[in-house]
């Protein structure tokens, strides 16, 4: 089965500043989808970034940016111009493709993300 | 467009007690899925259901949990005979279909056994 390993559970940033959150995983396959997904005290779920393994460029999304080493099984979250509205738990989340009956995502454990003003 | 709507929020239930948590996924969404999340964890896959169909129930405990997802009417966990270990936030999720885009979650139901 797939894991996906989040080996920081807190990470502080100062309020404008950057963090990086870090997240591996382990699978045999070649293809398959990577994800975070924030989690604010509310519980919803909320998809900040997707990558597609079989694409070379790291997914941007606004301050949001993943750093995606295939080779090397590592996905990691870049945050930039922290805002006090970025603190939540962050989930990265590993996905098989779509040919695969499950459809499932497995997550890790979650980073839990304080920004300081 | 309301999003995927989840209720009850909160259930409190006594342990021996049956717990039903219902899913309405988004409007156009035929694809369900349901996951838990026990405290200091992530979110753990339990049952992927389509209308009337269980397509897969890998993560789904042998006895007292089912599911189901009608041609009418939201999807349904139920939990039979609760018990304290089965305190934790249930989520579900909804897609148009098996394609990359329109995995919606909605804000969980939290359960708590006493």
């Known amino acids: 089965a797939q894991t996906v390993t989040q080996s920081q559970p807190e990470m502080s940033v100062q309020e404008a500043e950057t963090v990086t959150l870090s997240c591996t995983y382990d699978?045999?396959?070649?293809?398959?989808?990577l994800f975070w997904y924030k989690q604010p005290p509310s519980r919803q779920m909320i998809l900040v970034i997707r990558?597609?393994?079989?694409?070379?460029q790291n997914a941007t999304e606004n301050r949001f940016s993943v750093n995606f080493q295939k080779a090397a099984k590592s996905f990691s979250l870049k945050i930039s111009d922290s805002q006090l509205g970025d603190a939540a738990m962050y989930f990265c989340?590993?996905?098989?493709?779509?040919?695969?009956?499950?459809?499932?995502?497995?997550f890790g454990t979650g980073t839990s993300l304080t920004v300081i003003p | 467009n309301a999003g995927v709507m989840q209720n009850p929020r909160h259930l409190v239930r006594r342990r021996g007690q049956e717990a039903r948590l219902r899913c309405s996924p988004m409007k156009g969404h035929s694809h369900v899925y349901w996951y838990r999340q026990l405290p200091e964890e992530g979110l753990k896959f339990m049952v992927y259901?389509?209308?009337?169909?269980?397509?897969?129930e890998s993560g789904m405990p042998k006895e007292r949990f089912s599911a189901e997802f009608p041609k009418e009417g939201p999807s349904i966990l139920r939990i039979q005979q609760v018990v304290r270990g089965d305190s934790a936030a249930y989520f579900c999720a909804s897609s148009p279909d098996r394609t990359l885009a329109g995995y919606t979650f909605g804000s969980g139901t939290r359960l708590t056994v006493v």
């Open positions: 259901l389509q209308k009337e169909n269980i397509i897969d």
């Open positions: 990558q597609e393994a079989y694409k070379q």
């Open positions: 989340a590993y996905r098989s493709p779509l040919y695969e009956t499950g459809n499932q995502f497995y």
């Open positions: 699978t045999s396959e070649s293809d398959y989808y």
